[in-house]
T-cell receptor
């Protein structure tokens, strides 16, 4: 079972860079690592996804070492609006031909003024 | 493009009543998922469907039934609602490529009294 482990919570100040690390020791060979952001009363929202090395988009960077057993989400210069829960997600391949996605606890990020 | 649409947005049931939560996606995705999220907790997988006509149990399937009658729609039924099923229910869909992320609806907030 592909299980993810993240810190339960983190605090940061506005303008700082925040790094959230996720452990996923049993990641499947073909699976990607995907990070989601969730605000209260909303569904999770896709942030970034990667397979290996480094991926960057307009909101975040994702660092994945060669063994792919962990990944680090980097949020540059956070603002108050980045206060949310962040989940990393990897899938379990199933016999029915899709992936089963089990969420971990997520990391509750609080950005302080 | 509406993405993933869930109805209703809110529902209050009495213990023992039944209801069906509806989910529809317009992205031609093969896989669909139902999650529940209790206050302050992460998402837990109830059921998923790899394709039309197939369904599989997730982490917490007891007390629920699902139907995947066509590619667009995946419904979740509570036959006899219990207070322990008070939660926010999220539907998600997944495209066919390895690097497809989950797309979530905005959720149905269910209260069972």
């Amino acid at each position: 079972l592909a299980k993810t482990t993240q810190p339960i919570s983190m605090d940061s100040y506005e303008g700082q860079e925040v790094n959230i690390t996720c452990s996923h020791n049993n990641i499947a060979t073909n699976d990607y690592i995907t990070w989601y952001q969730q605000f209260p009363s909303q569904g999770p929202r896709f942030i970034i996804q990667g397979y290996k090395t480094k991926v960057t988009n307009e909101v975040a960077s994702l660092f994945i070492p060669a063994d792919r057993k962990s990944s680090t989400l980097s949020l540059p210069r956070v603002s108050l609006s980045d206060t949310a829960v962040y989940y990393c997600l990897v899938g379990d391949p199933t016999t029915s031909g899709t992936y089963k996605y089990i969420f971990g606890t997520g990391t509750r990020l609080k950005v302080l003024a | 493009n509406a993405g993933v649409t869930q109805t209703p947005k809110f529902q209050v049931l009495k213990t023992g009543q039944s209801m069906t939560l509806q989910c529809a996606q317009d992205m031609n995705h093969n896989s669909m998922y139902w999650y529940r999220q209790d206050p302050g907790m992460g998402l837990r997988l109830i059921y998923y469907s790899a394709s039309e006509g197939t369904t599989d149990k997730g982490e917490v399937p007891n007390g629920y039934n699902v139907s995947r009658l066509n590619k667009r729609e995946f419904s979740l039924r509570l036959e006899s609602a219990a207070p322990s099923q008070t939660s926010v229910y999220f539907c998600a869909s997944l495209g066919g490529a390895y690097n497809s992320p989950l797309h979530f609806g905005n959720g149905t907030r269910l209260t069972v009294t």
